[in-house]
């Protein structure tokens, strides 16, 4: 079999879209790089470098350091879920994820597990100014979001060693050490006994959010439906509101899978 010809540039190959995959095959291949790095590299502007960079943040490609260098993100290794049933999970979510941003005036978020990171298949928002933003997309890791935390807390100990104590896993970013792993545990824990689990600026500045597991009927954790809202919202009455509204679209939801054969397969 004759290998194929390396394919050239389309020409209606639309600019931003091709500079902005230029700055992630440099981020993946050298591991980091600076706006000015950037804009050299592209020939364009730093302001237009910086929108760029930003950008490929917003959508979990890159991640920003202290030092204002920029870094691989959760979404550039993620390997494809490749789950045929998520298509219909996600129908069946969303209409109690429109009445749940609906009556909680946040933000209703859809997301899986693969791995070590969670995805956000879907966000509903509120149609308020205040709501957070759309996370359709995004990866991230798991340990550190909402729903995240509540889908670990469903793994036995065997298989968090594996996901998280693993040498083999090296410098990958999933690896805890015995004092870290020791600390995700006890968060584990805490989540099993109360059923659902709060982040509070772990993933984002100035956002917090709570999340609980979805079940299947055979009660098989299958994804998390998290509300997030702004951190100055995030007080204890509103907070209790939220759980009691995601606790009610928990149900309706875990009621409607009951009725539907999705074709489940676990993946740690």
Avoid at 162 to 181: I, M, V, W
Avoid at 247 to 265: H, N, P, V, Y
């Amino acid at each position: 079999m004759r290998n194929k010809p390396l394919p050239e540039r389309p020409q209606g190959a639309v600019g931003s879209l091709d500079r902005g995959l230029q700055l992630l095959q440099v981020i993946r291949d050298y591991g980091s790089l600076r706006v000015t790095d950037a804009a050299a590299q592209l020939g364009v502007s730093r302001s237009s470098a910086h929108r760029l960079l930003q950008t490929l943040v917003f959508r979990g490609f890159a991640t920003q350091g202290d030092d204002h260098v920029y870094y691989p993100g959760s979404a550039l290794d993620a390997s494809p879920a490749r789950r045929a049933w998520i298509g219909e999970f996600r129908r069946i979510c969303e209409p109690h994820m429109e009445v749940l941003a609906r009556r909680s005036n946040e933000s209703a978020n859809l997301m899986i597990r693969v791995g070590g990171n969670v995805r956000f298949l879907q966000t509903t928002r509120a149609s308020t100014k205040h709501a957070t933003n759309d996370r359709t997309g995004i990866v991230m890791p798991a340990r550190a979001s909402s729903g995240g935390k509540a889908l670990l807390a469903e793994l036995s100990d065997g298989e968090l060693e594996k996901l998280y104590r693993d040498p083999l896993l090296g410098e990958n970013t999933n690896y805890l050490d015995e004092a870290e792993f020791a600390v995700l545990r006890e968060q584990l824990a805490t989540i099993r006994e109360r059923g659902f689990a709060v982040n509070f600026e772990e993933t984002e500045r100035g956002v917090a959010a709570v999340g609980v597991v979805l079940h299947d009927g055979e009660q098989r954790g299958i994804g998390a439906l998290t509300v997030s809202t702004q951190t100055a919202r995030f007080s204890g009455q509103i907070r209790a509101s939220l759980l009691d509204l995601i606790m009610a679209a928990k149900r309706e939801i875990e009621q409607d899978l009951q009725l539907t054969d999705l074709g489940f397969s676990s993946q740690l």
